[in-house]
């Protein structure tokens, strides 16, 4: 039941943005921290960014450079990713995830990768030089 549908991500020059979207459905969106992730072929999923249940925190993995800001709508049920001044380096699937519990959530970054689940496909963005 729980679905998380990401969409917004295409082809975009390098230095341009895109806004990344999450709808989730099949559970109490409003109980849960979200967090976006990525992936190339051959890496492991790599943490971006989280925000709590209400928005009211966000927490961002030590590697960027600002270029990233989470957000969230709840009621919409729906996560966003902001992603400024694009690289290839950038160029990924990028997914919505929710957290493995729900109720209050507490950033930890040795433990980032397991408190998150993504049920989604995904979205491709790719970053043209």
């Known amino acids: 039941q729980v679905q998380l549908v990401e969409s917004g991500g295409g082809l975009v020059e390098a230095g341009g943005s895109l806004r990344l979207s999450c709808t989730a459905s099949?559970?109490?969106?409003?109980?849960?921290?979200m967090a976006w992730f990525r992936q190339v072929p051959g890496k492991e999923r790599e943490f971006i960014a989280a925000?709590?249940?209400?928005?009211?925190?966000?927490f961002y993995a030590d590697s960027e450079k600002g270029r990233f800001t989470i957000s969230r709508d709840n009621v919409k049920n729906t996560v966003y990713l902001q992603i400024g001044y694009l690289r290839p380096e950038d160029t990924a699937v990028y997914y919505c995830a929710r957290a493995v519990y729900d109720g209050r959530y507490i950033y930890i970054k040795s433990t980032v990768q397991s408190d998150f689940r993504a049920w989604g496909q995904g979205t491709q963005v790719t970053v043209s030089s």
């Open positions: 099949g559970f109490a969106f409003d109980t849960y921290a």
């Open positions: 925000v709590s249940r209400t928005g009211s925190s966000t």
